[in-house]
């Protein structure tokens, strides 16, 4: 894969496959990994040579232009072949989609910015959250 790839949704360590557009404008853009070091085992460190299989996630990002994106990221399941590792099997991650997120790293991050701004507890009602609204 070359650097343009991985540019094109700025999103470090992925590269985009293929994109398509479907029925109601949606882009949907499909992801493989392209960091080297995601293949290294998060427990000892030591970098995988087997693969055991594949996953799909569908990790939510910022939106991209007036179109809703949807990201679909195929990585791969790896085997641990450390001896002393009592991790066995792991998969890909990357900094901006740690492993088991379901959201990007600057989605979360955007998401938080929007929360900095403190809602009076006196205008809250019980059990919302203290989040201001829409911008």
Not at 56 to 64: F, G, N
Not at 66 to 78: A, N, P, Y
Request: hydrophobic share 30%; net charge positive.
């Amino acid at each position: 894969m070359d650097n343009n790839t991985t540019l094109l949704l700025d999103l470090d360590g992925l590269a985009v496959e293929k994109v398509e557009r479907l029925a109601d404008g949606t882009r949907r853009v499909h992801l493989t990994t392209a960091d080297e070091a995601a293949r290294a085992c998060p427990t000892c460190g030591v970098f995988a040579v087997r693969v055991k299989g594949f996953v799909q996630t569908r990790p939510r990002d910022l939106p991209y232009g007036k179109r809703k994106l949807e990201l679909v990221w195929r990585k791969r399941r790896w085997y641990c072949t450390e001896p002393g590792c009592p991790r066995r099997t792991f998969t890909e991650q990357v900094s901006q989609v740690p492993a088991g997120a379901r959201i990007t790293e600057r989605l979360r991050r955007a998401a938080g910015r929007r929360c900095v701004t403190p809602v009076p507890r006196s205008s809250r009602r019980p059990g919302t959250w203290a989040c201001p609204g829409p911008r």
